[in-house]
């Protein structure tokens, strides 16, 4: 299996943002994703926009350490916490020239697979303790693998540490806050309750895909 930290830079990849992106480990399909990218419904409740300008806003500042968007899928989560990241990305290389090595865009099905591969010998060690580490986290789709003691351990202990750092974590979930405590941990659903928490109800972009976007593209704007 290959190593999530690991990827080869292609000769023509110069741009440190896009580089970055890529090297946070960010899927070929998300990453186009930003803030200009992102088509907002015309018709946006008062809090849900009032929430995302403070998720934009978060994206510069980095506080609270915990940022969960939730909403059923298709809403824009996975778009909007991979915007946030470009930001803090952005931002690094006009600070300092370059990207930041330490930022990583986890799912959660593939981290958990990285670390079975860990476990049974298939992969080299230390997966979990560098997103542990991650100066940034986004952590997508929580909720999406079926639920066992081991998984709800390690998903437990990997929030618990980021929490305990301050280390700023962005998470996707279809599953609300009520959801996540019945059915994963209400240890993890307190700590994400503490943070910033946006709901997201948004109908399926998928499905209402206008026939003339061209072609590769969602209604994000995003490569497929």
Same mark, same amino acid.
């Given at each position: ?8 830079i292609?000769?023509d ?24 990218? &992102?088509? /907002?419904?015309?018709?946006?409740t ?7 300008? %403070?998720? !934009?806003?978060w +994206? $510069? @500042? ?27 990305i ?9 990207? &930041?090595? /330490? ?12 670390? %079975?591969? !860990?476990?049974? +010998? $298939? @992969? ?17 789709d ?8 081991w ?21 996707t ?13 209400a ?38």
């Amino acid at each position: 299996m290959r190593d999530l930290d690991t990827f080869e830079i292609l000769p023509d990849e110069k741009d440190p943002v896009e580089e970055g992106i890529r090297m946070a480990g960010v899927p070929r399909r998300y990453r186009s994703a930003s803030w200009s990218t &992102w088509v /907002s419904p015309p018709k946006l409740t008062p809090d849900l926009r009032e929430d995302l300008e %403070r998720l !934009e806003a978060w +994206g $510069r @500042a980095g506080e609270p350490p915990i940022v969960t968007l939730s909403g059923p899928p298709g809403s824009g989560k996975t778009h909007l916490a991979t915007a946030t990241l470009r930001q803090v990305i952005e931002r690094r290389v006009a600070e300092r020239g370059s990207w &930041w090595d /330490s930022v990583r865009w986890r799912s959660v099905a593939g981290l958990l697979e990285r670390l %079975r591969d !860990e476990l049974a +010998g $298939r @992969a080299e060690g230390c997966g979990l303790g560098k997103v542990v580490s991650s100066a940034f986290l986004v952590l997508d789709d929580l909720g999406a693998v079926r639920e066992t003691d081991w998984t709800i351990d390690r998903l437990s202990y990997l929030l618990s540490a980021r929490y305990d750092a301050c280390r700023p974590t962005i998470i996707t979930t279809n599953l609300t806050l009520n959801e996540i405590a019945g059915r994963l941990d209400a240890r993890i659903a307190s700590r994400l309750a503490e943070g910033f928490v946006v709901r997201i109800d948004l109908p399926d972009y998928r499905l209402l895909r206008p026939a003339h976007l061209a072609p590769g593209l969602d209604a994000r704007g995003v490569v497929q």
